[in-house]
């Protein structure tokens, strides 16, 4: 089997497949499948991220194989080429993210050295989903610090979004990441506690901006 990096030519396959899949994988009602579709596969978001050379991705969001092609070990071919373009692009850490209810999706990941780091919301068409991530890392990079008030939190330096002038870090009230309080900017060091709908955050501080990357999970 030949892997290759997607092409703008290859949206409408690549949409058609993530339905399928996610119609086989997941119990969602087809709301749900229509509007994750949309906000991760749509024509304006799959362009940008084929042309944005300026970030370096260690995520995978979604990896989906046709239903009809199961079983075969392409989900394995795949997940070990993009780890292996990750790293020669220079990530340190790759992480994973699938659905709880995907008893097969998180059992994917187990099967290839990841270990579950945390957990996220996701807000589609009325019913809220949590979210598992998965990482290769081998250190916990979990930094106590405190807030203005403070307050003390642990701001994850593994579980990251990207920013316009820097990562965007989870932070947690508590060692264990089952409880999520807001962002960290690290680009100059502040808090940030409210996301919009759709995934943008701004640091009041610096300007520091958040895109919606996903379908969307809402932390907050």
């Known amino acids: 089997m030949q892997v290759r990096e997607a092409t703008p030519a290859d949206e409408s396959a690549i949409r058609s497949i993530a339905k399928r899949s996610m119609e086989a994988s997941y119990s969602l009602s087809p709301g749900a499948i229509e509007e994750a579709i949309v906000r991760w596969y749509s024509s304006e978001t799959f362009t940008e ?3 944005d050379d300026d970030v370096l991705y260690g995520d995978v969001n979604w990896l989906h194989v046709d239903p009809m092609h199961r ?5 394995e071919d ?13 990530a340190e850490t790759i992480r994973g993210r699938v659905l709880s209810d995907n008893t097969e999706g998180n059992k994917f990941y187990e099967r290839q050295g990841l270990v579950k780091s ?3 919301k996701v807000d589609l068409d009325g019913p809220t989903f949590v979210e598992n991530v ?5 250190t916990d990079d979990l930094e106590a610090t405190a807030t203005p008030d403070g307050t003390e939190v642990f701001v994850d330096h593994l579980d990251t979004d990207r920013g316009s002038k820097g990562a965007f870090h989870v932070v947690y009230t508590d060692e264990e990441r089952e409880d999520k309080w807001g962002f960290f900017c690290g680009n100059c060091d502040s808090f940030i506690t ?3 709908t759709m995934g943008r955050m701004e640091c009041d501080a610096c300007g520091n901006q958040r895109k919606p990357t996903r379908w969307d999970a809402a932390y907050m």
């Open 49 to 51: 991220r084929l042309e």
């Open 71 to 75: 079983g075969e070990g392409i989900g």
């Open 78 to 90: 795949l997940f070990n080429e993009t780890r292996k373009a990750l790293r020669n692009h220079g």
């Open 118 to 120: 945390g957990e996220g």
């Open 134 to 138: 998965y990482t290769d890392a081998e």
């Open 194 to 196: 409210s996301m919009d």
